[in-house]
């Protein structure tokens, strides 16, 4: 210690919005006015932490206040710390967060701050742009974890292409270990010994991370980080009560963390179902064994008293955000299945998977069906588990036949139209989030739910 006073720096942060775009990665850009530092610049959306906040909150505050959009905590992910000097004052941190999923439509909140806000490619950002932002964008862009941006007395506000260089690039740690954050690769290594290499496998549309690793002697396993506790506490309890009933159809739990939200589960064989083109008969079988699996998991353990289904605070605002984007008809018919939903009597609860679906299924060389991804699994109807598979029944009764012949009995009356119910609430809920995150097949899926629940089963 030198004896000086202790050096401190204001810490601020800064939300990077990213979508997909035609001409690649978009960003939301705002533009700056009226009385405020760099007017008529484009920067990102920013701002100070309040007493008491924490970074993640702070950016989650500020995407509300300047954008209006909403975010999960579990959503905002660490990009890009840079230390900036401007070119008259001291120097400050600014901490860039990732964003890929929100709810709402972002929108200029504060005229007297913004008068313009738009999305730009990241590979063609506007001008004249605030170059500290441009230092962290330049930064993302390049895939560096860190950047300095040191202007002198003098230097623009402005980025620049003219003139010296301020932005220093700051990599991350050397090559030559398996490409994980260090907190994973200890908890890893603790669970399985040595990692000889990790890939990452993850699925772009969830905020979870998923890597492949591989173990000096050849072994295989997975590892997970769970975009949020809920997630993470979920699939632990599965993994541990509900799951070791499927025997070899799931994953085994080695190892999992708290702290890390993090967990290490056996690999399974076989290839992705989601995609794959199989002759009737075949589809048929493979939907007969998902028929069985779901039974076998629905009785795992032993069934809850009636909940409370389904929040009707929560379909409001799903409707809400997809009413723009429904067809002729479709608003209709969801207000009057939740009409018919809340006159349903309460069915007691069973072990679900959550998210039964194509894209969660692997297939053996033989065509056994194996399931994986158990990050939704809870308690809930048993129609939980037919809401999203019934889509590949549309137009294909016998698959429905062969699942349901699996499961070992029809359904009810009272069930048929639980899932018609929650099928158009899955639905609305997927128009939602698929046209804000632009994911034309999860709003495809929706759309066509709807179609087939309008025209078919409620003409």
């Not at 709810?103 to 063609?124: F, K, Q």
């Not at 620049?160 to 490409?179: C, D, F, Q």
């Not at 991804?373 to 999203?388: I, K, N, Q, S």
Request: proline share 8%; hydrophobic share 40%; net charge neutral.
């Amino acid at each position: 210690m030198s004896g000086q006073a202790r050096y401190t720096v204001p810490v601020d942060v800064h939300l990077i919005l990213r979508r997909a775009g035609d001409e690649g990665t978009e960003v939301l850009l705002s533009r700056r006015a009226g009385p405020v530092y760099a007017t008529g610049m484009w920067h990102l959306p920013s701002g100070h932490l309040d007493p008491g906040e924490d970074m993640t909150q702070a950016v989650i505050r500020e995407a509300r206040e300047e954008t209006g959009v909403l975010i999960a905590s579990e959503d905002v992910a660490a990009a890009v710390t840079v230390h900036h000097r401007p070119p008259a004052g001291g120097s400050r941190i600014g901490v860039f967060f990732e964003v890929r999923r929100w709810r709402g439509d972002p929108s200029v909140r504060e005229p007297d701050r913004c008068d313009g806000m738009d999305w730009y490619p990241l590979d063609a950002l506007p001008a004249p742009m605030v170059a500290y932002c441009r230092a962290g964008l330049d930064a993302y862009r390049a895939g560096l974890p860190s950047a300095v941006h040191f202007q002198e007395p003098g230097d623009s506000v402005a980025h620049t292409s003219a003139g010296p260089a301020r932005t220093r690039l700051v990599p991350g740690p050397p090559a030559g270990r398996p490409e994980l954050p260090c907190v994973l690769r200890d908890f890893a290594e603790r669970a399985v010994g040595g990692i000889a290499q990790a890939v990452e496998v993850s699925w772009v549309r969830t905020g979870s991370r998923v890597w492949r690793l591989t173990g000096p002697g050849g072994g295989t396993w997975f590892l997970k980080r769970h975009r949020g506790p809920k997630f993470h506490d979920r699939e632990v309890a599965a993994y541990r009560t509900w799951v070791p009933a499927l025997g070899p159809s799931a994953p085994r739990l080695v190892a999992a963390d708290t702290a890390a939200q993090a967990v290490v589960v056996t690999a399974l064989t076989g290839r992705a179902l989601h995609g794959m083109a199989l002759a009737p008969a075949a589809e048929a079988r493979v939907q007969h064994a998902l028929g069985r699996l779901a039974r076998t998991l629905h009785t795992s353990a032993p069934e809850q008293p009636a909940g409370t289904g389904s929040p009707a605070d929560k379909r409001q605002r799903h409707l809400a955000a997809a009413r723009p984007h429904l067809a002729d008809g479709d608003e209709e018919l969801v207000l009057a299945l939740a009409r018919t939903y809340a006159g349903l009597p309460q069915p007691a609860l069973v072990p679900t998977h959550g998210d039964l679906q194509y894209r969660n299924v692997l297939l053996t060389g033989v065509g056994e069906p194996r399931l994986f991804d158990f990050e939704r699994a809870e308690f809930a109807p048993t129609t939980r588990d037919m809401v999203r598979l019934s889509d590949t029944w549309t137009g294909r009764p016998d698959l429905r036949a062969a699942f349901l012949g699996g499961y070992g009995r029809p359904l009810s009356p009272a069930e048929e139209l639980r899932l018609a119910c929650e099928s158009a609430f899955d639905a609305v809920s997927g128009i939602a989030y698929g046209t804000i995150h632009t994911d034309p097949e999860v709003t495809e899926r929706a759309r066509r739910t709807l179609h087939h629940l309008r025209t078919t089963r409620f003409p």
